[in-house]
């Protein structure tokens, strides 16, 4: 799947059972221009004594760009819904948030000085 310039392309799904839940984890690969960037693995939990499942979202990220994929219903034997984000810029938010709390801090600090 295409999705901003980025090649999505699904590796495998693995089965497990953990502790008090069982797991479905799929391997996604994430290319660009045939230039391998990276995997998510995304996940959805089956917690047999609640009743519940939760998805797990799968997260990589670097400096300019963040991806995301999220595992939903699953739509057939071995296939299942997917929700891919590709979201540029996010680090740079937090970073300019942090950026301005320290500004703030170094301001407040010289007008008690002065």
């Given at each position: 799947?295409?999705?901003?310039?980025?090649?999505?392309r699904f590796e495998r799904?693995d089965?497990?059972?953990?502790?008090?839940?069982t797991?479905?984890?799929a391997?996604?690969?994430?290319?660009?221009?045939?230039?391998?960037?990276?995997?998510?693995?995304?996940?959805r939990?089956?917690?047999?004594?609640?009743r519940?499942?939760?998805?797990e979202?799968?997260?990589?990220?670097n400096?300019?760009?963040?991806?995301?994929a999220?595992?939903g219903?699953?739509t057939g034997?071995?296939?299942?819904?997917?929700?891919?984000y590709?979201?540029?810029?996010?680090?740079w938010?937090?970073?300019?948030g942090?950026f301005?709390d320290?500004?703030?801090?170094?301001?407040?600090?010289?007008w008690e000085e002065?």
């Open positions: 799947m295409e999705l901003a310039g980025y090649t999505f799904l089965l497990e059972a953990k502790g008090n839940y797991t479905e984890k391997q996604i690969a994430i290319e660009q221009d045939k230039r391998h960037i990276g995997r998510v693995t995304p996940e939990r089956f917690y047999a004594a609640r519940q499942q939760m998805m979202p799968g997260i990589r990220w400096l300019l760009h963040d991806w995301y999220v595992m219903e699953k034997q071995d296939r299942y819904a997917m929700r891919l590709v979201q540029t810029g996010v680090r938010i937090w970073g300019g942090l301005d320290c500004r703030r801090g170094a301001q407040r600090l010289a002065a």
